[in-house]
């Protein structure tokens, strides 16, 4: 443990900001534990971090997710030794070492391999909680998921079949589509036509046209006020990224026409006790092991290499997980 490479910001803006420096190792302190990281997750949340939209003390270490071996643990800690295969859900994670408390830690399945478990965590429980709690997905229900192709969208489309949803997936292009097909797509449609083709493509696909129950959307100001017209009287709205941009200021009252319910969720308050990161890590490695979750890695990079891998998921051109060795 005689160097400890981290990614830090001492101030927002583009890649141009991000600092790959040495830092010393962490000691692991009481409900602690120190790991070794093999692979980092890559996330949008970096850039929201990155960029400023998300406000955050500087100087900050990048990251939110990562996978490892235990090097040592702090005082209290029973359930983690040195030697330990984890994965954890903590900021800093583009480093060497980290040190993490134990309550966002869990043990990687025996048949798991590290890159995925760091590939499938941050997006995996996003998308777990919110079909879960931001609106409980049901049997019957039919559900449209924005940026279907991308890392959260797979895993929605995925979980959402599982749970017995029809799922109307949507993709700038269709090559994306394809790929949101590949992993269970009932219906497809292009957003990239303009507002008025797919929100009426969207509808099309519903029963008498009503609409559908949920909206996952990822994507943000492009889609939101389209997305208000493809829910149903009740439906719900979970908006949950900035792909395209922030959602603008609205006046709340459009809500009513349809009694619409919105909600802007994050992961990390839904899994915020160790009950709930348990239960749900749990919940989501048997989805992986039982086959009906596939974990895709777009690509791996070096971590000399986070820059680029910031501007490809900025790009959205890419689909499934971006990850990042160490």
Excluded at 91 to 106: E, L, M, N, R, S
Aim: glycine share 10%; aromatic share 8%.
């Amino acid at each position: 443990m005689t160097t400890n490479r981290a990614v830090q910001i001492f101030k927002h803006g583009g890649v141009e900001v991000l600092q790959l420096n040495q830092i010393p190792v962490p000691t692991p302190g009481p409900g602690e534990v120190l790991i070794k990281t093999a692979y980092a997750g890559v996330n949008y949340v970096d850039v929201y971090y990155r960029t400023g939209l998300y406000p955050i003390a500087l100087p900050f270490n990048l990251g939110s997710e990562g996978a490892g071996i235990v090097e040592s643990v702090g005082a209290g800690v029973t359930k983690f030794k040195p030697g330990d295969h984890v994965v954890h859900m903590s900021t800093g994670a583009y480093a060497d070492f980290i040190a993490v408390p134990q309550k966002i830690v869990a043990h990687v399945p025996e048949d798991f391999s590290l890159e995925v478990a760091a590939a499938i965590l941050v997006q995996g429980l996003t998308a777990l909680t919110m079909l879960r709690e931001s609106y409980e997905v049901k049997k019957g229900d039919t559900i449209l998921v924005h940026a279907a192709a991308g890392g959260t969208g797979l895993i929605l489309v995925q979980l959402a079949k599982a749970l017995g949803a029809t799922v109307i997936a949507t993709a700038s292009s269709q090559e994306k589509l394809d790929i949101a097909k590949a992993h269970g797509a009932d219906y497809l449609v292009n957003y990239s036509h303009g507002e008025e083709q797919w929100v009426n493509e969207v509808l099309a696909h519903t029963k008498d046209g009503e609409g559908v129950e949920a909206v996952y959307d990822g994507v943000g100001k492009a889609t939101f006020d389209g997305g208000l017209k493809v829910l149903k009287r009740k439906g719900t709205f979970v908006s949950f990224g900035n792909a395209s941009g922030a959602v603008d200021p609205f006046k709340i009252n459009r809500l009513g026409e349809k009694n619409i319910k919105l909600l802007r969720p994050r992961v990390f308050a839904y899994v915020y006790t160790q009950e709930e990161f348990e239960y749900y890590s749990n919940e989501l490695f048997k989805y992986v092991k039982a086959g009906q979750l596939k974990v895709n890695i777009h690509k791996t990079y070096a971590l000399e290499d986070l820059s680029q891998a910031h501007r490809d998921i900025e790009g959205r051109g890419t689909t499934g997980k971006l990850v990042i060795k160490l």
